[in-house]
């Protein structure tokens, strides 16, 4: 121990083992080499930060292979430099083909940018989504369908990349599909992967559309094989059905002037058949065996509330007193419930509808 802290001792304290020291300095291509080391070293991270960083050094290196072949003339300082510089350059063609392989085409390209990549979906993540749908993109004419009602199955899925698509059913119009909307998302909620439908709407495009397509059954494998992408889908999906039906609402306000919410139940029976009437069934059928037997019908059973009885007028003389304004009480929870429902209000609660919607079924 003694022995080699002496001989930091010397190496520190004593005289430097060079006799003499070279007066001259190194070329230029040295320095050249060690400043292109130097901005080679203050290299970032990242693809483009290691495009810097092994450029510079690369170029450092080489450099130092030149020094030492027509300057210093030192064979171990050439091959040394020479071995760095391949080193480098062979880095650089590895981020050259990965940058290659991680190019996507325009139209996919975009589409990561404008609706996976606000999410954070990762690029292998959504490359195996491309690859699903076979890096196709797929166009439509003016006037072209896409499906027609009760013709086409519902075997894919599919997102509108440009232009725009009408959806209409019965030949009435319904809403609009824009562009990265999907184009079938409720048709494919609402069938299990077993299971097999076809449209209930008609898809005609409007202008000139390109859009991509997943088979169905391709897509549910990979749903099933990745949680993260089906994850992904369930939650864009639901979005987009949700934007459906609400522009489905706006449209009933536009036209009728009130805001209907598709949420609640009124909105539902309005929409869908009523039920009839039991009363007015059977009221229907007593006066037809009434016609057929040839008596009468009988009338009605009518309420007759009985007249209070009068008091005895004032005398003339008397003036007449002020009607007296009684507070009347507030009847309790028995007493209403004990009451029988007015006309109208029975009639609304027979036919199954809710008082704040509409009697008339609003054409869309």
Request: aromatic residues 10%; contains cysteine; glycine residues 8%.
């Amino acid at each position: 121990m003694s022995a080699n802290s002496s001989t930091v001792a010397q190496l520190l304290w004593q005289g430097p083992v060079c006799i003499g020291w070279n007066q001259d300095l190194e070329g230029a291509v040295y320095h050249l080499a060690n400043c292109f080391l130097l901005l080679g070293f203050m290299g970032g991270s990242g693809v483009y930060g290691c495009f810097y960083l092994f450029g510079f050094l690369g170029t450092g290196y080489l450099c130092c292979v030149l020094w030492g072949w027509f300057d210093a003339c030192g064979l171990d300082i050439v091959l040394w430099s020479l071995l760095l510089t391949t080193a480098c350059l062979l880095q650089l063609a590895h981020l050259v083909f990965r940058l290659h392989e991680d190019t996507l085409p325009e139209e996919f390209g975009l589409l990561y940018r404008t609706l996976y990549l606000p999410l954070q979906v990762p690029l292998q993540a959504y490359k195996e989504i491309v690859h699903c749908c076979e890096e196709q993109v797929l166009t439509l004419a003016t006037e072209q369908t896409y499906a027609v009602e009760g013709e086409t199955p519902i075997n894919r899925l599919s997102l509108l990349l440009s232009g725009r698509v009408r959806v209409s059913q019965d030949g009435q119009f319904l809403h609009y599909i824009f562009p990265y909307q999907f184009m079938d998302s409720p048709e494919w909620e609402s069938l299990q992967p077993s299971e097999e439908g076809v449209f209930q709407v008609t898809l005609t495009a409007e202008t000139a559309c390109s859009y991509i397509s997943w088979p169905r059954k391709s897509l549910h494998l990979l749903l099933a094989k990745e949680r993260y992408i089906s994850r992904l889908f369930s939650a864009l999906l639901g979005y987009d059905i949700s934007e459906k039906l609400y522009g489905l609402n706006d449209k009933l306000f536009a036209k009728f002037g009130l805001r209907f919410d598709i949420r609640l139940p009124s909105l539902y029976h309005v929409l869908g058949p009523a039920a009839p009437d039991p009363g007015l069934e059977s009221t229907e059928e007593d006066e037809d065996i009434q016609e057929a037997a040839g008596t009468p019908p009988r009338a009605p059973a009518t309420n007759v509330r009985p007249a209070p009885p009068c008091s005895p007028t004032p005398a003339a003389t008397d003036p007449p007193a002020p009607p007296s304004r009684a507070r009347m009480s507030r009847p309790d929870s028995g007493t209403l419930a004990s009451r029988t429902p007015p006309q109208s209000c029975s009639q609304v609660t027979s036919m199954g509808q809710a008082p704040l919607a509409p009697v008339h079924t609003p054409e869309l």
